[in-house]
């Protein structure tokens, strides 16, 4: 690796604790400096729709929804009378906010931040985290030693190459992420990099905070065992975040395994379970334990919240993409309370050398989080072998001396006649066995054709996939239902996302011509021509909805912004409590498209109980869905055949029409 990377500055205080305002830790990007933070001050702010742009792109996603056209006509009434019913007002107080008390930052992140993540109560697991399923490592040894397993080294080689990363990121030397195909390419905020590593959600009643330590006072990880919590150093202390030799790194989490099966976790509650539960319920258990604990457990905590990253040691042993991305996503009920789901990045290692991610999502959306997995993925274990049998070995601590169980010096305390905490435990373990146990997860590996395939047809990829979807959830409930598509807004300062909608005019002439159920009529030319036609002109619609998305000129986010300016007991316009405007923003399907080499699978839960979480991945020759809902809908497996279906059903259709001869004028 690259020795032109400076040493990591200390910083102005040994731990900050945010609120949701990334204005509050921006000084940070200037004391950090480097390339990474060096396009902040020139990234534009994220603008404000006009309401009349934001009215005409907002009906015609929320018409094919209607229940009749009653209700289709009040709704348009509605639209109507929005500016005279007061937005006019709130679009120029969203405007004040823009131009004043927001200037140097994005008149939506503090809103989002909370609103969005901070205060929300639910748990984070299912509800808030997301998961990678990395690909596996080819390199590893085909046996081990005694004293290791395949997920011992895969998980030393993903700390060695995570010390990298962190390094890279912490000095601000890594560059900063830029998009489009033509120079000058358009640069990305990188706010969210200062959450990344040594940085923990915390439970408080109401509202939660996000603490982010000092990384230079900090060179340990976190490593979760049977449910114990163990810390070990994995990079040299030196102030360079160099990472020890792998030897070194394996020797240590090896010694974590001895330990967890010699404590056989019986002295200890298994606090793990307490960071799934509602987030009211889990501050009330925190402040128990630190009641309880005292000043022991204060110090314990600051141990599991500073360190660089999580990395949980699994004793499942997986095969199918379906079982490792139910362990990566929640821990499932064999290996949940192997988990602490506040930490921004939870790496997993299965015993047979599986190995995934799940990812905190409050101050940190995916994108930046994909790019360090692609950095520890990309050099494998064999790679990180040569690179690390350079390194010698003498000199460091033993794995005895260095791998401390976290929590241990506080047992007597935590199970003591005066203690709670083991009811607390027993009550969130009963409520995440009742969540984990009412929802359902399913892989679809699509293997008939993927991106390679589709650009051959004359399609964007993403858009005809949108229009897969829309199909084979339009056949599994019968109606279309509200679909947002996750889109980037990082051009702008602390952008995160906006809302694409999948639901068009477009989409819902597409889906109905198509039918509840195949109409097997390829064969008639007339109706093949026109379902194509329908198909392309969806697909076309959804690809200008998505252009619009990314420059910040969706609808969903300015909707927000108007109705959060209202003040309180305010009348506030007719459209807000409109049945089908709440229905057209209701997401019933949650998708989100992300495609890596490297990954076998990801996902997330759906976002409404009557809805789905629809992950999706398109690679040259395949597609990978990964749908989740409450498992009383029985939904995932007739969704897995339904986009099978429609994809089958559309290239047929597409190939048809190509090879069919041209019309003779």
Not at 418 to 435: P, Q, R, T, W, Y
Not at 574 to 594: C, D, E, G
Request: charged share 25%; net charge negative; glycine share 8%.
């Amino acid at each position: 690796m690259s020795t032109n990377i400076p040493p990591l500055k200390p910083w102005p205080k040994p731990m900050l604790e945010s609120r949701g305002d990334y204005r509050a830790e921006s000084h940070l990007e200037i004391h950090i400096g480097g390339p990474l933070y060096s396009q902040q001050s020139s990234l534009p702010k994220l603008p404000i729709p006009s309401i009349s742009d934001t009215l005409s792109r907002f009906l015609p996603t929320a018409l094919p929804l209607a229940k009749s056209v009653e209700e289709a006509e009040t709704l348009k009434e509605a639209v109507k009378r929005f500016e005279a019913e007061g937005a006019g007002e709130l679009q120029k107080r969203l405007a004040e906010r823009k131009e004043g008390e927001m200037k140097e930052s994005s008149w939506l992140q503090f809103w989002w931040n909370t609103l969005g993540y901070l205060q929300v109560r639910d748990p984070v697991v299912v509800n808030v985290s997301y998961f990678f399923h990395f690909s596996d490592d080819g390199t590893l040894p085909e046996h081990t030693s005694s004293s290791s397993t395949h997920g011992t080294l895969r998980a030393a080689t993903l700390l060695y190459n995570t010390a990298h990363f962190r390094r890279l990121v912490t000095t601000g030397a890594l560059p900063h992420e830029a998009i489009g195909r033509k120079e000058p390419k358009t640069p990305l905020c990188s706010v969210a990099y200062k959450y990344m590593f040594n940085a923990c959600r915390i439970p408080r009643k109401n509202e939660d905070t996000y603490r982010i330590y000092d990384p230079s006072l900090h060179s340990h990880v976190i490593v979760a065992v049977g449910g114990r919590f163990y810390s070990l150093d994995f990079m040299e202390k030196d102030g360079s975040g160099e990472p020890l030799p792998l030897e070194v790194i394996e020797a240590r989490l090896a010694k974590c395994v001895e330990l967890s099966k010699k404590s056989g976790g019986g002295d200890l509650p298994l606090l793990g379970y307490l960071t799934s539960d509602n987030r009211d319920t889990w501050a009330e258990a925190r402040e128990e334990l630190i009641r309880v604990g005292g000043v022991k457990m204060e110090e314990a905590l600051k141990v599991l919240e500073s360190g660089a990253v999580l990395i949980c040691l699994d004793e499942e042993e997986p095969v199918s993409k379906k079982q490792a991305s139910e362990i990566f996503w929640t821990g499932g009920l064999k290996s949940g309370h192997n988990r602490w789901f506040d930490k921004s990045i939870q790496l997993v290692c299965t015993k047979n050398g599986k190995a995934g991610m799940n990812g905190e999502h409050s101050m940190m959306d995916g994108m930046p989080v994909v790019g360090y997995c692609d950095f520890i993925t990309k050099r494998s274990y064999n790679d990180v072998l040569v690179e690390s049998s350079a390194k010698s070995c003498g000199g460091y601590e033993s794995a005895d001396d260095n791998v401390k169980d976290i929590f241990a010096e506080c047992a007597g305390e935590l199970t003591s006649t005066g203690s709670n905490v083991a009811s607390h435990v027993e009550k969130s373990k009963s409520n995440f066995d009742n969540l984990i146990s009412s929802h359902e997860l399913q892989v679809q590996s699509f293997q008939g054709y993927g991106s390679n395939a589709i650009k051959k047809m004359g399609y964007s990829p993403d858009a005809y996939v949108q229009m897969a979807m829309q199909l084979a959830t339009y056949r599994l409930w019968g109606e279309q239902g509200g679909t947002y598509e996750a889109t980037q807004v990082r051009p702008f300062l602390h952008g995160r996302t906006e809302t694409t909608r999948s639901v068009s005019p477009a989409s819902e002439a597409f889906v109905k011509t198509m039918g509840i159920r195949p109409k097997r009529d390829e064969m008639d030319a007339t109706k093949r021509a026109e379902k194509v036609a329908l198909l392309r002109e969806a697909v076309n619609s959804h690809v200008k909805y998505i252009g619009l998305a990314a420059k910040a000129m969706g609808v969903d986010r300015h909707f927000l912004g108007l109705a959060l300016s209202a003040k309180e007991g305010e009348a506030v316009p007719s459209l807000f409590s409109h049945p089908l405007y709440a229905r057209s923003k209701t997401w019933r399907v949650s998708t989100s498209h992300l495609t890596h080499p490297r990954f076998d699978s990801w996902g997330y839960g759906e976002v409404v109980p009557d809805g789905v979480g629809l992950a999706y991945s398109i690679h040259p020759n395949n597609c990978m869905f990964c749908i989740t809902s409450l498992r009383e809908h029985d939904w995932p497996e007739r969704l897995s055949h339904l986009l099978e279906e429609a994809l089958v059903e559309m290239q047929t259709l597409n190939e048809m029409e190509l090879a069919a001869p041209a019309s003779k004028l």
